[in-house]
């Protein structure tokens, strides 16, 4: 946590409510006085955890911008700027890279991607941009996404990274799961 300070504060008003609060790196967690040392660890813990995902979330959003803007770059390049779209990291993926819902035309790609290299990044935002044109993993689909000169490294990339973390029982020559 970016929290380099945590201060317990008890209150005898408080009966039942646990509340927190964060500010420039210090998080004061306010809790009932006459909570069990069990109890109150077991809230601490949480509330810390909590205070990490809504770190973690506006990290996510202030990304946006950027995979936005990729994503119009990308757009751009491979389908004459073609395409309305909205796209965001979301962290809720956990077994595909990226996923598209054609109908209301959304991307979400797993914040995962964020930490492979910039070819890959592209890949995937071309692998789901492609699914705005072609909804399934048809021919015209793969000969769209294969013009993107790195796409064979890319999935092999992919394939790579989700033998090596066990994502996957099926074989190396199979497709990495973006959908």
């Known amino acids: 946590m970016m929290s380099s300070q945590i201060t317990i504060l008890r209150s005898k008003r408080r009966k039942k409510t646990i509340q927190t609060k964060y500010e420039e790196g210090h998080l004061w967690i306010y809790l009932p006085f006459g909570m069990s040392a069990t109890e109150e660890q077991k809230w601490i813990e949480r509330m810390i955890q909590r205070v990490e995902q809504r770190q973690k979330k506006q990290t996510l959003?202030?990304?946006?911008?950027?995979?936005?803007?990729?994503?119009?770059?990308?757009?751009?390049?491979?389908?004459?700027?073609?395409?309305?779209?909205?796209?965001?990291?979301?962290?809720?993926?956990n077994t595909r890279y990226g996923s598209c819902t054609s109908l209301d035309r959304t991307i979400r790609i797993s914040e995962r991607v964020k930490n492979m290299p910039s070819w890959v990044q592209d890949y995937i935002i071309i692998h789901e941009l492609t699914h705005l044109l072609h909804p399934n993993h048809s021919k015209k689909f793969w000969e769209k996404v294969n013009q993107y000169k790195?796409?064979?490294?890319?999935?092999?990339?992919?394939?790579?990274?989700?033998?090596?973390?066990?994502?996957?029982?099926?074989?190396?020559?199979?497709?990495?799961?973006?959908?």
């Open 150 to 179: 790195y796409a064979e490294r890319a999935k092999g990339y992919l394939i790579a990274i989700g033998a090596q973390n066990d994502e996957t029982s099926e074989s190396a020559e199979s497709e990495p799961t973006i959908s």
């Open 61 to 93: 959003q202030k990304s946006d911008h950027w995979l936005m803007q990729r994503a119009q770059e990308l757009n751009k390049k491979y389908f004459n700027a073609s395409l309305c779209f909205s796209i965001k990291f979301v962290m809720n993926q």
